[in-house]
């Protein structure tokens, strides 16, 4: 009767052996994916060529790909192939209409942006607030928010589609996390913020000192004008939709090279790398393209906040100017905003500009920044220029020791002698000075390391060191092989003299023989005699 550890461990063999042929079915299945897309989906930029790892660890296992053996060929594995392309390919669908629902979610929230821009432009100038074109307006505002709505929900539907392909068919309320939860909810809340136009059926309450007149009630009170300028500024926060379109539209994110050798760096393509692209490849198109739409923005914003007062900040002019010597830090102190809605926009463009500021900063250092060979030239011709100085202040040296020298030997005038040691420790002076500048330059250039060149540098130490390394080892061998010879000769001398001692004893003992048998007798014939004598002298 087998004991149940036997039992156990056979368990255990059968359980690893089960494991082995699931991983190396998970291979061929990940094998066979990469195939396909090299046959079928030649240069596609938008599939992800990094889920072949996470397709064995997801799976576990225990798919019915996974079961099919590798000796087989038949219906079996081109059933296999025909479900991973088909995989693959409603992948590639799902991140087509992501890219397009995000493109009909930008244009959307930035058309209701506009009409809520046009609304409060115009309302009091073309039409009155309750009449049928501000309630058309209005309804088209809310229209817009509505379908701007359906379509983030239209989003985050492909997005979980997309997670539920990427890992093989999974549960959908597993891709439901607390973080994509709460990021759904945060966006609905931002993209529902809209002026819901109160003052539809009220009449029309105008400043005659302003110069740009507010579209609201005058049978409301100065906390609902809020709530409504309050919503009309929070409706920018829809802008957030930028960097979701220029993250799943860049050439960066499109790029198979790019997808291929980030997946091989553990690089994620996020908005802040796509961000860093465009920096480094066009620095100062990118911070001019910002910098004139937040400024234009945040000038609209303030205008909208200043209106219901009579100082000059509700005019778009002035608004401009002060938004501008905010943003550049510098506040002359000529106009100041009074609302504290106002004082809130001022404060944000002071911030940005600080930021852009420093960014600005950095892109022109970079763009007057010498280049390495510019750098190589320049500091060259310094040591040139450099290198004739020192030759000249050493001339002068010589020459005012000599002529101080002669001044000495002729004992001319004190006062010339004295002018000639002026000019010669002044020589000096400048010859020193000139040292220690070449000094500091060339340590400078020593400083400035040349990456390609160290590299080729340590190819060549390291190709020379693995030269030696194979002469040295060749030279070992020879050595073990000699050794091996002087072994075999000293085993082969050995048994020579061996040989040689075994004769030479034995010729030896032979001769030995010979000459003490003659004497053999006569010893015999003294040994009696003695034997007779001391029986005769006992007797």
Known sequence: MPSPTRERS??????????????SGGRLVCALEMEMINRSL???????????????????????EVSVPLTLSGKRTAHMEGDNLHRLRGRNVLLEDKKRLCALALGTALL????????AEICPFVYKPGSNIALIINCSISLSTGCLLVLIIAFHYKDIRLFITDHNQVDWRIAMTSHRVLVITMELLVCVIHPVGTYWGSGLHVNSSSSAPLCFSSNHGGALMDIELLLSVLMFLRLYLVHRAILLHSKVLLSASYRSIGSLNNINFTFRFVLKVLMNKYPARTLLVFILFFWLTASWMLTLCERKTQEPTGHMDTALWLIAITFLTVGYGD???????????CLLSGVMGVACTAMLVAVVTKMLALNKGEKHVHFFMLDIQISKRIRHAAANVLRECWLLHRTNLTKGNRGEQ????RYLLEAIRVFRHLRLKQRKLRDYVSEMVDLPKMQMIMCDLSANWNNSYREMEQRILSMEHKLDELSRCFQQTSELLSQVLRQRNLEISIHESETVNPL??????????????????TS
């Open 418 to 421: 004295r002018r000639h040691q």
């Open 335 to 345: 106009v100041a905003p009074k609302t504290s809605c106002g004082r809130v926009v």
């Open 520 to 537: 053999h007798p006569e010893l015999l014939q003294t040994l009696n005699m003695l034997n007779h004598l001391e029986d005769w002298h």
């Open 112 to 119: 209701g942006i506009l009409l809520m821009i046009i609304h």
């Open 10 to 23: 056979k368990g255990e063999t059968g359980q690893a052996e089960e494991t082995n042929e699931r991983g």
């Open 42 to 64: 030649q240069g596609d930029s938008k599939v992800d060529y990094g889920n072949c790892d996470g397709l064995i660890n997801r799976n576990g296992g225990d798919s019915a």
